[in-house]
């Protein structure tokens, strides 16, 4: 009943009323009010969406005050010292290695900004899958890296709570939260039962409530204590959980989060009563998998009992591995039990694939330890539950995330770790769940024996592997490892240890490849890379955690432990597959986890623990079998790389380059090398490299005989796999990276590769160097950091611009004595992915020895000394000093010296190689000295020692090889009858050699197993390898010969030498003594030879001997049949070499003369300076017409009306110059909400405001003539300067039209390339026919006086353009005008009251002119001092853009009555009588004057003759300098102006008075004082400027004025008439152009006599006509006085223009704008971008700022650039260019201390302004040169 009272009530009352009565000391009835309150509140029965409850649980806890006041006192009482923010995927945070104890450290940028961490080694980055801040967790971080706030550990000094503040939460959450709880029961379906399952409604309903709990576990400390104990209740938990006995619902609900629990284990029920009934030891055939810990079963019928879903699938397919329950830990497997709120939330919140509002709750709540503690516990009982829901969850990456998000937090922290593992079996739970995570895709291993393999694998193509979603238990592992303390714990437990290791064996040969032999395989799998990732992240990483742990003395005995456990699980696996000693043929799988677990163990305990290896390796047999896959994978890359294995398709390439890749190598490649390094320093030398080449399928071709048959190879592999045969043979007998190599030295030399193949970006570098046995970071102690290393072996360039060139980035090359002393051959072969980059790195080498003159042919690979082998591993060198091997060396040197086929350079290198290795690495204990006695009839083999030295100069007789019948070896004639020479033969056939590779290694074989076993006589051979060797009976029948060679290695050598440098005698006998040893470190085969015999001659004095024996008796080689021809052939081929380089040479002078004069005719379209200079006399001669070539047809030829020709342009709409300002410096990006951008002091603006005014006041038609437009959106125009026919340009477009393969332009919008320089081109301008620009006659001055010119100026004007004729040249002059008209967008045409009218084309017209004329100006830099035809002038087309544009515009007339041509030169009656009908014309004073003369210039006929030209500029000039005086006066103060007229008013008397700039100024002082309409009384403003005005002051303020005036006029004329314009200094521009447009005579320029009034000449009489002018003004009665102020005073000076000034540092940028709200649609945009030109702030892609479909860059683009818009893309760090429909990206200015991009800030580093690179950004926005300088541009279809 209490609780119905209190519902009627005002909450807030209710609220304090209650909080009233639980205060005091009796408050049972306070709390049974409150219970049943809540009772009706908190209804579960209830929707959840009804948020009554929720606003009754607000008041209730605040009690009675408002809920904001509340939350804020408890935030008063915080005494948190962590920070832990939680975000989500996508939020930029940082992480810093020099503070962070854990790898997985980051934080929030507010921490990371208030602490300290210059020259930390941090970065930015976006976090994947959400975090936490770990500011103020020492557990994490070092202290010196937290902030402000969190390192004053605030805790100490907040007052302690009150008691009764928080008395209400604590009894009111326990209900909300299980209320909470009773809506997620409620709301789950398991995912079978019902279809439509909708876990998103539930919790989209759920949102209030658990935002709710989120925001109070912002409330700092105070608030979470109370949580914790809430969540961490057990009592509370039983008592609210059932609900009560008469509650229906409440009982409904229990039971269905019963039934939900009921599976949650890995096994159910009913499995586990079953498991333990099958636990009876199974039969003899699943002994492997018990040892696994695991049972199998026995039988089909045993399998079909299982209660799972795979039981229909037949056991052959896929073998199911059921844990047993003999499993240490039953707790791991059985269904969960749940005793507090925490547990049954988190279980709810697995249920629900945690939803991010749970996961951010759940992470919330960290900051409180005793939370943090039990929530790990309860998290680790839950593990398993975890797994099973992930493998079921369809959106497993999100859930992966939300896992891992979590669980990093947790494990990152050593301590938690520790206790988890001890308390809650943290290892034994993730090893067990893993395996049972793997055994559900199982499938039987097809490798050696298909039928009978009793081992199983993982299948790589299950969605498990290939979606990768075992990554975040994994992840979570390798995580725990990484804390000694647990990885201690893992290692002492043996049994988890073989565990693991049943683990690692299902990775063991997955993914076998099978090699195709008959066709292409249908269908390529890509699961390889899913084979790879997962032999990384699951057995590679763990490894390297481990290994991590052992490298100490003290903790040898994990690590022979370790290895124990690898040896055993192999031999399991080499008994599974029923493995005895040959491997399968054709196939290959490079996943050997085992064997790599167990080479890296050893590589650690030699190196780090001082253990012998001896003491770790098995028996020989074993050593056999461990050898016997990683050299298949050795064979196999050879095979893949000499295309045996094509059929297979382009994956098994990938295959091949993912296992030496850099992320993978030194996981995979590196510890197969270092096990094949074991085996073969402790096996018996000759077995082994028979075993290479038997491998290696090359025995058939080790052959003295010159034919030979190959079973298994086609002879176009031989090369290739003997190459590859030897070049291993060489890695496997030089790399030390195991053997006793520092980490130091390996980072060096890895470094040292990486740059010999290509000149790397640092990031590259790290990139490419492998993580693993050197961390780069430069933490561990004691070893080199990167940075050192990287200083030391390379130099940095910096980036360098061209202008035109792509973007270069800083790289890093080698040193020149790294190229000198460091560059290893061997190792780049071993890190190369692409064959391409060991050519590289050659090439680069032999550039190097040209450029420093060492050596200018053809080098070899250079022989690089190796670093001393540990002592443990001395056995490698017997290899080198095997019988086998020197066979083997002598066969081949024999057979290059007889050039057999398929021998090559490379062999011989490699051959040479592995003697000069001989040589350096002697076996110790041989007495080198005493040379065993040399026997001639030696029978039982070639050599009579081991020995290479003693080897060497052994002479070899005879050999008997066995050779096809068809052979030349094979002697015809019947052997001689004579005894003699019978019992010589006999005795050869004696002591012939004979030489099996095969026969040898089955011997040695047969040895060691007889050693090893005794039971030798039960090895089972496979039946096919005794046979496998005898080659098919194919005809030529295969007979013995006996070949006579008498030759050692040493004469071969010698021989050889000879060969090489095609010379008889190349070595004389004393070569020896007189040896420079020094020059032979770097050479070709000769000098290969020549250091071998010197290196062999002072390693012993017999060999010395020998070798000048052999060079006194030089004799020339005697190879069968050719004779001398081979040095005449070599002879000839050289000089026939010289004469084709001779030729070549010749062509290709002739073709780059032809070249360079064809680029002179093709720019030079026509060359003023060469016409000009011409004498005036002839005139007539210059008549003569321009010709033009076309570039399409090739015909050279004058443009005529029927078949013009046109210069190729592109058109297009500019608003560079309305962009520019007043000030020379550049407007700041604003970085801070203080800051911000006007845009009213832009030229742009000014001019819009000034046509607006004009036209409010004034007749529209006289205000279009009065101002030019085009400052937004003008036309420019721009050529390359090549010429074409127009019919020929139809033709071209038809074709490209026609031909699909268009790259980034349309050619529907009439774009295309230049067909000779593909520079981007949109349109042709038509040339005009007739004589060249700048004929004589119209040059020539006829000394008229003014007044004359002024009249025929004014009729010329009166005399109206004809039509023209209707021709080719008029429609093609109409095109265009069409299309400049099309180029720019409506708005900025039509500036008139009525759009499309005469006047308003007018102004468009000839603004398109003084739109050109400027920017030409700009792109000179501003002004004309440097003078010269610009370079623009090669390339500029005005001369024809004015021709097309006069042609047009004299359509228009101008009348008369209004035409300013008569203002300008006559006093005309002033006409008051008809004002009142319409507007007045607009003043003279308030015209444009540049605008005036383009006008007066283009209506008046074409060509125009100079005089006529100078005396409109001279007119002009009169106004200009008029307007000038007016504006100066209006900047006078009153006394000024006082004082200036009166002194004026004396000089008016003088004679040339109209002259003198005083007499005019009061003059106009004076006219303007008559009305008030100008000096008005307020002048108080104007009177700010104290400066006093001089004379000098005020010449230079004249002469500026006028200034860009002149330079528009001068320009004008260059174009028109060709003038050349003089250079000057910038102070003496004025004068020079007042000279160059002849308004004074060039005489007063050296009396420096030129002022702005001397340059003055009136045409009738000038105070009278300033009079008028002035009085145009006054009469304005209904303009206010600030408005004629602002029309009068026109500042025609305006600064180049500018993109913004940009910060030095990117993150100001970044933190401001990446957070910021978007301006129209309040978002924050997803991809934001800031306009570099004017600072708008707009969403790229955005969806929500779109308009008709456009999105809001293009949109901007087009308003602010006129469809040029350059974005600075925030989150990307890079440019885009927007141009019309296309775009491109344009590079980053922003690079690292590295001089590099970081394109998407994927690296996070810090970024610093490129000032080059933004100049040149510049430049090309000013200079329009983005379509000519970009190459990569797309349609962009409105989308960006």
Partial sequence: MMAASLLRRDKKAAAAYLKADLNRSDNTSGLRQLQDLLDVVLNPEKPATDTEA??????????????????????????????GLVWTANFVAYRCRTCGISPCMSLCAECFNNGDHTSHDFNMFRSQAGGACDCGDSNVMRETGFCRRHRLRTGENIPSIPRDLLLMSELVLPRFILCVIQYLRDGYTEPDTSAERDLQKVLQQLEPQISFLEELTKMGGAMRTILTKILTNQQAFKELSMGQEENMFAKNNYEKYLSALKNSGLVSMEEKAQSVASDSPVGAEGGADVLLGSTAPGSPDEASKEEDQDAGQSVGQRKRVKLSSSTKDLCIIESLKHKCFLEELLFWTIKYEFPQKMVTFLLNMLPDQDYKITFTKTFVQHYAFIMKTLMKSHESDTMSNRIVHISVQLFSNEELARHVTEECQLLDIMVTVLLYMMESCLIKSELQDEENSRHVVVNCSEALLKNNTYWPLVSDFINILSHQSVAKKFLEDHSLLMLWMSFVSFFQGMNLNKRELNEHVEFESQTYYAAFAAELEACAQPMWGLLTHCKVRETQEYTKTVVRYCLETLQIWFDAISFSDEPSPNQVTFHLPLHRYYAMFLSKAVKCQGLDLDSLLPDQEM??????????????????????????????????????????????????????????????????????????????LLTMASQHQNAVLDSEQERPMLEGALTFLVILTSLRIHLGMTDDEILRAEMVSQLCMNDRTHSSLLDLIPENPNPKSGIVPGSCSFEEVLSAVADFKAPVFEPGGSMQQGMYTPKAEVWEKEFDPIMVVLRTVYRRDVQSAMDRYSAFLKQSGIHTGNPWPPYKERTPLHPCYKGLIKLLHCKTLHIVIFTLLYKIWMDHQNMSEHVLCMVLYLIELGLDNQVQDSKEDEEPCIEEHCHDSWFPGTNLISNLHHVINFVRVRVPETAPEVKREAPPSTSSEESSYGQNLREAQVFSLVAERRRKFQEIINRSSSEANQVVRPKSSSTRWVPPGTPPQLVTEILEIRESMLSLLVKLHQKLSSKQNSLSASWLDNMDTSRHAHGDGITAIERILAKAATRSCQIKRSIQDICGKVSPPVPPKKNSPTDKKAMDKEERRQRARERQQKLLAEFASR??????????????????????????????????????????????????????????????????????????????????????????????????????????????QSVSIGWDGGVYVQTCGHTLHIDCHKSYMESLRNDQVLQGFSVDKGEFTCPLCRQFANSVLPCRPGRGSEAGAWHTPTNKKTSVLIKEVGDLQENLGLFPTESNLSKEMELVIKDIKNTTQKKYMDYGKNPGSPDNDFLFMYSVARTNLELELVHRGGNLCCGGASAAAKRSCLNQLFHVLAMHMRLYSIDSAYNPWTRLTQLTPSKEADFDEERPEVPMLFRDVPSLLIIFVLTMPQPLRKEHFTCVVKMLYNLQFIQALAALSTKLSPDERQAWSSSGAIKKAAANADMSFEALLSHVISEFSKSNSIYAEDTEDTMLSSSVWSPQSIHFSLQQYCLPFLRLSCLLQHHLYGDNLTSCLEEDEFSSLAVCLGLVPAASLAANAVNSASCLEWAVSAFPLVTQWCAEVNALSQVQAEQSLTLLVQDPQWAAPRLLQLPANYNIIFQYYHRKACTACKKVPKDPALCLVCGAFVCLKGVCCKQQGICEC???????????????????????????????????????????????????????????????????????????????????????
């Fill in 54 to 83: 929720l606003d009754w649980c607000k008041c209730l806890i605040a009690g009675g005050e408002g809920f904001e006041e509340f939350c804020k006192t408890v935030r008063s009482y915080d005494n948190a010292t962590l920070c």
């Fill in 623 to 700: 050593l056999m079998k461990i050898m016997v896959h990683p050299l298949q994978i050795q064979a196999c890359l050879s095979e893949i790389h000499s295309n045996m294995w094509v059929r297979n398709g382009l994956q098994i390439k990938g295959q091949a380059m993912t296992y030496v890749q850099s992320h993978f190598c030194n996981s995979m490649i590196d510890p197969d090398i270092y096990l094949l390094q074991v085996c073969a320093s402790r096996l018996d030398p000759d077995y082994f490299i028979s075993s290479v080449f038997e491998r290696f399928k090359v025995v058939d």
């Fill in 1155 to 1264: 070249q360079k004069s064809f680029m002179e005719t093709a720019m030079d379209v026509e060359s003023p300076e060469t016409e000009a200079a011409m004498d005036l006399g002839a005139s007539e001669m210059m008549e003569s017409e321009v010709l033009y070539d076309c570039v399409i047809c090739g015909q050279s030829g004058p443009s005529t009306e029927d078949r013009p020709t046109g210069l190729v342009v592109l058109l297009q709409a500019s608003s560079v110059l309305g962009h520019r300002c007043k000030s020379e410096e550049a407007k700041k990006l604003p970085t801070c909400d203080e800051e911000h951008i006007y845009s009213a002091d832009t030229c742009a603006v000014a001019h819009d405001v000034r046509l607006t005014l004009l036209q409010r006041f004034f007749k529209d038609s006289s205000c279009l």
């Fill in 1754 to 1840: 293009v949109l901007h683009s087009q308003h602010c650039g006129a469809a040029t818009g350059i974005f600075l893309l925030i989150n990307a760090s890079v440019i885009i260019i927007i141009r019309g429909h296309r775009f491109c990206l344009w590079g980053s200015v922003y690079l690292d201390a590295h001089g590099e991009e970081d394109r998407d800030l994927r690296r996070g580093k810090p970024l610093f302004l490129c000032e080059e690179r933004y100049r040149v950004l510049e430049q090309q926005w000013v200079s329009h040169t983005f379509d000519h300088i970009n190459k990569r541009w797309g349609p962009h279809y409105n989308g960006l």
